[in-house]
C-alpha cells in the first residue's frame, strides 16, 4: 500500500486521529483520512461527526497496493469501541498485515497497540507502548511493553494515549520526512 492513511471507525477518538493528521500535514505529507464504511461520515467517542477524505471503497479503489516502503503508512486511531472497529474489520485487518509483511509502518495509539496491531502475527520482542490496563495483550504476544509516551521499534510506531498524540505525529512525520522536519513544526507549535 502506498501512502499515508489514517483508518476511523465508529468510537474513534478523535483527538489521537486529528492532532495525528494534523501534524503530518503541517510537515508536508499528503495523509488521508479513510472511513472504514461506505459513508465518509465517522462518529467519535464524543460523538463529533467527521467527514473522512474517502470511504473505504474509494480506498481500495484508488490506493496501490504492492510492495511498500517504511514510508508507507498506515495509522490506527484509538478509542473505544473505535479500535475494537477496526480490528474486527476483516478486509483492512489482512490489508494491514500485507503492508507490515512488505516492509510498511504502522503505527496505532491509545488501546489500538492492544487492539489492531496485537493481529500482526509476530509482535516478539517489539518495544510497545499503549493506554495504560490494555498491555496485558501485547506481552502475551512477546512484545516488550514500554511505558513511555511514544514507541517507535523499526517499521511500528506506538503511542500512550491522547496526551499523547502530538508527540505521536511528530515520531510519524520524523518517521518518514526526517527528524529536521518534525523539528520545524514542533518550533512552529512552540513546543
Known sequence: ????????ADGFEVSE???TVNMLRRGGINVKTVSIY??????????????????????????????????DVMIFPGGMPGSANLAAFGKLMDIMKDHYAQGGT???ICAAPSVVLSL??????????????????LVNMGAEYVKEGVVCDGNMITGR??????EFGLAI?????????????KAGLML
Not at 40 to 52: E, L
Not at 161 to 166: D, H, L, N, S, T
Open 38 to 71: 461506505d459513508d465518509r461520515i465517522v462518529t467519535s467517542s464524543n460523538r463529533i461527526p467527521v467527514v473522512a477524505d474517502m470511504a473505504f471503497g474509494e480506498f481500495r479503489a484508488s490506493t496501490t497496493f504492492g510492495p511498500c516502503l517504511p514510508t
Open 120 to 137: 500482526l502475527p509476530d509482535l516478539n520482542g517489539k518495544k510497545m507502548t499503549c493506554y495504560d490496563g490494555f498491555e496485558e495483550t
Open 173 to 185: 512525520l520524523a518517521h518518514v520526512k526526517g527528524q529536521e522536519v518534525a523539528d520545524k513544526v
Open 161 to 166: 494515549g491522547p496526551g499523547w498524540a502530538v
Open 1 to 8: 500500500m502506498k501512502g499515508t492513511y489514517v483508518f476511523l
Open 17 to 19: 486521529a486529528l492532532t
Open 106 to 108: 504502522v503505527a496505532a
